[in-house]
């Protein structure tokens, strides 16, 4: 397993980002123990500071597994604020559900079953935030699915836009990215393939940050 971030820059970044709650913590522990992605303290902490900068109201995820991000996210959002989050794996928002119950959020939280490309149709936003953590060779779809309705002014955060874990080749994605034609792993592929969408999107201006496995943070400014 690469990383992009060495464990004592992780570790730091841990050390001096906002504290983790119990939930938070509890939340750590049952990745660790089931082996589950999530995005991490220092992403996770990033992502609440960022909702509090922007004083974002409304968020919606792609991919939320059991609301390791969502609660970050949560954390700073206002009482009369809103998150969707989705999965395909009830059991992940079962999950999710247990841990928001002992939360001190009092907005919405729609917890939605079924493929996140879909459920989005149903929601006609305007969304501050969107957090692209779905397949990774569906991120372009994802994004397309709800450029629309990303609010002026609004951010669209791509998780593992550096990856080098679960195959994905950082030589390779740089090729891709410059745009060398080479056949590589569809995460891989998947990635390059956002990054030119919302790359040359016009209506989007696109910074990466190397934390976590690297996070995309697209701002709509038009
Ligand atoms: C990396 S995990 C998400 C972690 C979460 N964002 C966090 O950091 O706490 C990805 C999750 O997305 C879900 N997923 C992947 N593609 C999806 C899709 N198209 N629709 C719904 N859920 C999806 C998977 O079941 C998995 O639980």
């Known amino acids: 397993m690469g990383s992009i971030v060495s464990k004592d820059i992780t570790k730091f970044l ?5 504290d983790p709650d119990s939930v ?3 939340m750590e522990t049952y990745a660790d123990e089931n082996d589950f992605p999530i995005v991490g303290s220092a992403v996770g902490g990033w992502l609440c500071q960022l909702t509090q900068l922007s004083e ?8 939320s597994g059991f609301g390791y991000s969502a609660y970050w996210f949560s954390r700073a959002l206002p009482d009369n604020g809103q998150i969707v989050l989705t999965d395909h794996d009830a059991q992940n928002l079962n999950k999710a559900e247990t841990f928001f119950d002992r939360s ?11 493929d ?3 459920t989005v149709q149903q929601y006609s936003g305007p969304f501050d935030i969107v957090l692209l953590d779905n397949e990774k060779d569906r991120y372009k779809e994802a994004f397309e699915s709800v450029r629309e309705k990303v609010a002026p002014g609004g ?11 679960i195959t ?8 891709l990215v410059r745009g060398e034609d080479i056949e ?33 943070v697209s701002y709509k400014n038009s």
């Open 24 to 26: 938070i913590k509890d």
């Open 155 to 165: 951010l669209v955060i791509t998780d593992n836009s550096m990856m080098t874990t």
């Open 184 to 216: 590589t792993h569809k995460n891989t592929t998947g990635i390059a393939e956002l990054y030119e969408a919302i790359g040359r999107d016009p209506a989007f201006d696109t910074t990466v940050l190397p934390i976590g496995d690297g996070v995309a």
């Open 56 to 63: 974002s109201r409304s968020i919606f995820e792609f991919g």
């Open 116 to 118: 996140a490309i879909e």
């Open 14 to 18: 841990q050390r001096v980002g906002p």
């Open 104 to 114: 001190d959020f009092e907005g919405s939280v729609h917890f939605e079953h079924g």
């Open 168 to 175: 994905v080749d950082f030589e390779e994605l740089h090729a």
